[in-house]
């Protein structure tokens, strides 16, 4: 089973940055992909980010490239994501996921970030 913990959200102002951190612990060897997700209030869970920890592939969402940064540090067991040129529109609450791409097992609890226009 993996653990991941969450930090770094924030209430930040339009145009302003944040780094989300997730740190893994448990059984990560089983982790082949990591990702962010988010879910604004009232609608469902959207992908953000992910990357995969053997080669750091990334992929990202549309409305966030270019601005939003996923990467990893294996021996850390942690994945960050940069957020730059933060929009009202991003105002969420962000989930760190670990598994497979697409087929994802372990979720953190959550970190609002909260973009003030």
């Known amino acids: 089973q993996v653990q991941l913990v969450e930090s770094g959200g924030g209430l930040v102002q339009a145009g302003g940055s944040l780094r989300l951190s997730c740190a893994a612990s448990g059984r990560t060897v089983s982790i082949y992909t990591m990702a962010w997700f988010r879910q604004a209030p009232g609608k469902e869970r959207e992908f953000v980010a992910d990357?995969?920890?053997?080669?750091?592939?990334?992929h990202y969402a549309d409305s966030v490239k270019g601005r939003f940064t996923i990467s990893n540090d294996n021996a850390k067991k942690t994945v960050y994501l940069q957020m730059n040129s933060l929009k009202a529109e991003d105002t969420a609450v962000y989930y760190c996921?670990?598994?497979?791409?697409?087929?994802?097992?372990?979720w953190g609890q959550g970190t609002q970030v909260t973009v003030s226009s």
């Open positions: 990357i995969s920890w053997s080669d750091s592939e990334t």
């Open positions: 996921a670990a598994g497979r791409s697409g087929s994802y097992y372990s």
